[in-house]
């Protein structure tokens, strides 16, 4: 039943009904696997993914990539830490890497000050937190496996054989 | 020169200029419409095998290819059947590269026709191969198929158009317009046929990706068929390549260098871009190719069911990305029943007359579309049938 995650990581409107056609299941089991899926928390939530970009006059965010050296914890590992930070509902996204730093934040907020103004005095000052780097984003161009741009796609002919 | 005086061909002149040329020219012309007519995939090429042709071509390489094609794509191809069928053909010998399979039909019917050879050709096929066979001097003979045996050749339909005369066949599967395939156990079952007879058999397996329920056998891997067959297949369907034209065909020695020979003086040789992208699909897109298939295969079982439930007796079929529906319960011809539906519902199929006079009664659907065109075209469907 692993595929009705695939398909709903395609398209989250997809119907129980028309998962059960396109997999030749019941809509019972398709409804209980996804009942299952979401009390486990392998579904987390169903989200709209949108391009603000186009919509010129909207007040346009500010997202940074930020780069966080910190220092592990005895016994919670880098767990902790990252909790305190990623709770913040500032911190749109948190992994915690291998290489040279530690953990990667993408930020949002209204504008530069907003953000420049959450590291500074919210994120650099917690214990642990040894160094940041900020890394303004300039422009999406693909997100989570979907181009922003609209693409010219239909440009087969009508009928072929 | 006026249009009386104007010789063309007999045999172009009497070629079909496809009664249906109309209502082709029909869906073309309207707007906004859900066309599941199309005969190609909806997917765009994957980006690794654009990316290298680009690069290839940055790099200059826009010249000429032997004939037979680049030796390294040709090489790539005999390992790719060798790994996946045990099919070996050497690269050398019995390998031709063609622009599309629809040069190797071409190629194959003039390479081995003598004027008034019987060919047999499936009723309903793909269109191109009666008209084809015709130019090459052949006599076609067609081998009616229906839907009561679900579309499918047996060794008794066979047999009984088996005639003394009739120098090869040709076999299409998984098969446009019904998207039939057939089983090891079915095809062993023709092969005796074809042995017995003696026949040629040109085997036509360019959806050979898209089979959903079984592996695909190639027919050239049955005990006593690989030197009577030529197999041609290409990268149009299983890559979404159609427009870079690139198809093989290989076979007997002495078949693939008589082909060879028209080609040389045809095409001479296909197209570099399209041969240096074909060399990058087999080395490097595997997945893109099983996700494609895993994403057809769900629109195959989502489509087949509306279909049924809406009151168009369809059966499953084994692969293509096509389904041939019947709509005989509507008391409508194919043609008429194509016509209304585009008028009333502005959704475009092909009449299954296209395929054949056997097509009458269906519809061919393509499901090489998105979900949500197929989604709203099955309501617009249902909704015309009220």
């Known amino acids: 039943m692993k595929e009705i995650l695939e398909i709903l990581e395609k398209d989250a409107r997809t119907t129980p009904e028309e998962i059960a056609r396109m997999l030749r299941k019941s809509v019972a089991m398709v409804k209980k696997a996804i009942k299952k899926y979401e009390k486990e928390g392998v579904i987390v939530k169903y989200k709209t993914i949108t391009n603000r970009d186009i919509l010129k006059d909207d007040g346009q965010k500010v997202r940074a990539l930020i780069e966080v050296r910190v220092t592990p914890q005895r016994g919670h ?85 | 020169m006026n249009g009386e005086q104007m010789k063309i061909s007999k045999v172009v002149e009497k070629m079909k200029p496809s009664g249906i040329r109309e209502f082709f020219d029909l869906v073309i012309g309207m707007k906004d419409v859900i066309s599941l007519g199309v005969g190609e995939p909806d997917f765009v090429t994957p980006w690794n095998i654009c990316e290298s042709a680009i690069f290839s071509l940055e790099k200059g390489y826009t010249s000429y290819t032997s004939n037979r094609g680049l030796y390294e794509l040709r090489s790539a191809i005999s390992k790719y059947l060798k790994n996946k069928h045990s099919l070996s053909y050497s690269p050398d010998h019995n390998m031709l590269i063609t622009t599309g399979v629809s040069e190797a039909v071409d190629l194959v019917l003039r390479a081995i026709l003598n004027r008034g050879d019987k060919i047999l050709v499936p009723d309903p096929s793909y269109v191109s191969y009666e008209p084809v066979s015709e130019l090459a001097g052949g006599r076609v003979v067609l081998m009616k198929t229906s839907g009561r045996d679900n579309f499918k050749l047996t060794p008794g339909i066979l047999k009984k158009y ?41 085997s036509d397996e360019i959806y050979d990706e898209l089979t959903y329920d079984f592996s695909h056998t190639p027919i050239a891997t049955l005990s006593g068929m690989k030197q009577r067959t030529v197999y041609l297949n290409g990268f149009s369907k299983a890559f979404a390549m159609t427009g870079w034209r690139i198809g093989y065909a290989c076979g007997p020695e002495e078949i693939i260098s008589a082909m060879t020979k028209i080609h040389q003086y045809t095409m001479l040789c296909a197209p570099i871009m399209g041969q240096l992208g074909a060399i990058e699909a087999l080395r490097g897109s595997a997945n893109s190719v099983l996700e494609m298939k895993r994403e057809y295969k769900r629109r195959r079982e989502f489509i087949v069911s509306r279909l049924n439930e809406i009151g168009l007796e369809c059966r499953m079929p084994e692969g293509t990305f096509y389904v041939f529906p019947s709509i005989k319960n509507t008391g409508m011809g194919s043609v008429d029943f194509a016509k209304k539906l585009l008028h009333k519902e502005k959704v475009a199929v092909v009449p299954g007359t296209a395929f054949g006079s056997q097509g009458e009664g269906y519809i061919r659907i393509a499901y090489a579309s998105s979900m949500d065109n197929l989604k709203e075209a099955m309501q617009r469907i249902e909704h015309f049938l009220k």
């Open chain 2, 162 to 202: 088996i005639s003394r005369g009739i120098k090869a066949v040709i076999l299409n599967y998984p098969a446009n317009p019904t998207g039939v395939s057939y089983t090891r156990k079915e095809l062993l079952a023709l092969s005796k046929v074809f042995i017995d007879h003696d026949l040629i058999v040109i």
């Open chain 1, 77 to 161: 590992g880098f767990d902790h830490i990252a909790e305190r930070i990623y709770r913040f509902p500032e911190v749109k996204s948190c992994y915690l890497l291998s290489g040279s730093y530690d953990l990667l934040l993408v930020v949002e907020g209204g504008d530069i000050q907003e953000v420049s103004s959450f590291v500074s005095e919210r994120l650099a000052t917690i214990d642990n937190v040894n160094s940041t780097v900020t890394h303004f984003i300039l422009k999406r161009y693909k997100a989570d496996g979907d181009i922003l741009k609209r693409i010219e796609r239909n440009n087969r002919i009508a009928i072929s054989f």
